[in-house]
Nanobody, 123 residues
Framework: QVQLVESGGGLVQTGGSLRLSCAASGGTFSSYAMGWFRQAPGKEREFVAAISWSGGSTYYADSVKGRFTISRDNAKNTVYLQMNSLKPDDTAVYYC????????????????WGQGTQVTVAS
């Protein structure tokens, strides 16, 4: 059983930056692909970014490509999401997720989820 704990959310002005972290425990972190998803009020959860087990492959939603960067440090059992040039539309609860077999965009393919961290971008 893998436990995931997100941190780093908060309130930021348009154009600002935040770095989210997701610390994993209870499993072999390097054997899991990791993803970030977000859910805004009244909307469905959507894919943001994903990274393969080794970190050699990354994937991004078109809406964040060029602004967000996903990375991982397997020695620290942590995955990061660097968010730059933030927009009000980025306001959401951000979740990290882990999968032993999948590193794509479909949330149902992920096995473990964190509790989420709120990101609010003020206009």
């Amino acid at each position: 059983q893998v436990q995931l704990v997100e941190s780093g959310g908060g309130l930021v002005q348009t154009g600002g930056s935040l770095r989210l972290s997701c610390a994993a425990s209870g499993g072999t972190f390097s054997s899991y692909a990791m993803g970030w998803f977000r859910q805004a009020p009244g909307k469905e959860r959507e894919f943001v970014a994903a990274i393969s087990w080794s970190g050699g492959s990354t994937y991004y939603a078109d809406s964040v490509k060029g602004r967000f960067t996903i990375s991982r440090d397997n020695a620290k059992n942590t995955v990061y999401l660097q968010m730059n040039s933030l927009k009000p539309d980025d306001t959401a609860v951000y979740y990290c997720a882990a999968s032993r077999t999948y590193s794509g965009t479909y949330s149902y393919r992920y096995d473990y989820w964190g509790q989420g961290t709120q990101v609010t971008v003020a206009s």
